[in-house]
């Protein structure tokens, strides 16, 4: 048994994945872990003396101390993030953004606001991507194609958000990047999530279950296309049941908190350009851990995001442990608390 397996069932969730991942790297480095609060690993101790790190491992924190707390504000941001990258030369989906509270409205230039946001959409076909400004998972992150479906997604972001940005829609594959430093640690490439019939339940009771399980991760519901296409191409509608491993691919988020499939990569094997630009990306932003997320279009490869509290858990899912220990290890390596190294 791996010790990630291993501290899982000595602590299964709610749990935080990285409280168990920093317990387990810091057992194998030598390095002091304690447990500081009463419900258990959400906030810990590593290491000991002037270089010892409190950290949160859940909740809106960064849970990797290499990280300054302004390259974490312009991360959090997707604003403040494409600016970063346009001003450093790093090609990018771009995007618009607005608000969608009047809060605060006089502390921000004009032409921001929900009625711009109706003008620019219908300016443009009432066709974009369109994800919160703040978002993280891929939370409300979706694919818009009529006005109908853009006010029916407004009045559901503005339950838990209250700015947006609406994007040109591009297709291509797509890679996470994870970096310390310039070294990269994985290389994975994303795929859409399906729905998998069981030749008994209807594409509709599917799509529910899954919005369900999103809705019991704190993840919006997506929404299902009508009709949906099947892997075999025959157009289906939501009553219809799917024959047994018949596949519907989503045109959803490709977040693995969503439930999209991912592979490794090796570095070397990943498609041109991915690497260095996801390098550049994490430079402009003044990150040292970032997951960048990469998508290659027919333009080359642009960056779609960047995140500067990557989750790993796709890894350990996958049977990966021994890569989120090499994280960690580099990790801790370079907060000087390893004497191993």
Not at 149 to 163: G, M, P, S
Not at 266 to 289: H, S
Request: aromatic share 6%.
């Amino acid at each position: 048994m791996s010790p990630l397996a291993a501290l899982r069932a000595l602590r299964p969730p709610p749990w935080p994945d990285h409280a168990r991942y920093l317990e387990a790297a810091a057992a194998r480095f030598g390095v002091a872990f304690a447990i500081l609060d009463a419900e258990g690993g959400t906030v810990v101790r590593v290491g000991e003396g002037p270089r010892a790190a409190v950290i949160a491992t859940a909740g809106r924190t960064c849970v990797y101390p290499l990280n300054r707390a302004s390259a974490m504000a312009l991360a959090t941001d997707k604003r403040f993030t494409r600016v970063a990258l346009d001003a450093a030369g790093v090609d990018n989906l771009g995007g618009e953004h607005f608000f969608l509270s009047p809060r605060l409205r006089g502390l921000r230039a004009p032409g921001r606001e929900v009625d711009d946001a109706r003008a620019h959409m219908a300016a443009r076909g009432h066709v974009a991507f369109c994800k919160p400004l703040a978002g993280s998972r891929g939370d409300f992150a979706e694919r818009v194609t009529e006005r109908a479906a853009f006010e029916a997604w407004l009045a559901r972001v503005a339950t838990a958000h209250d700015a947006i940005l609406l994007q040109d829609i591009f297709e291509g594959d797509e890679y996470r990047v994870l970096l310390v430093d310039d070294d990269v640690v994985f290389v994975m490439q994303r795929f859409a999530p399906e729905l998998v019939g069981d030749g008994a339940r209807s594409l509709a009771e599917l799509h529910a279950e899954r919005a369900a399980l999103l809705a019991v991760a704190g993840l919006s519901p997506p929404v299902l296309r009508d009709p949906a296409v099947t892997d075999a191409g025959r157009a289906v509608r939501g009553d219809v049941v799917l024959a047994q491993g018949e596949r519907v691919r989503l045109d959803d988020r490709r977040n693995f908190s969503a439930g999209a499939r991912t592979r490794l990569v090796a570095p070397a094997d990943a498609p041109t350009g991915v690497v260095p630009i996801a390098r550049r990306a994490r430079e402009a932003l003044g990150l040292r851990v970032a997951g960048v997320d990469v998508m290659v279009t027919d333009e080359g490869p642009r960056v779609v995001e960047v995140n500067g509290n990557p989750s790993v858990a796709s890894l350990e899912e996958a049977g990966h442990a021994s890569i989120i220990l090499d994280l960690w290890g580099e990790v801790l390596a370079r907060m000087g608390l390893r004497g191993d190294v």
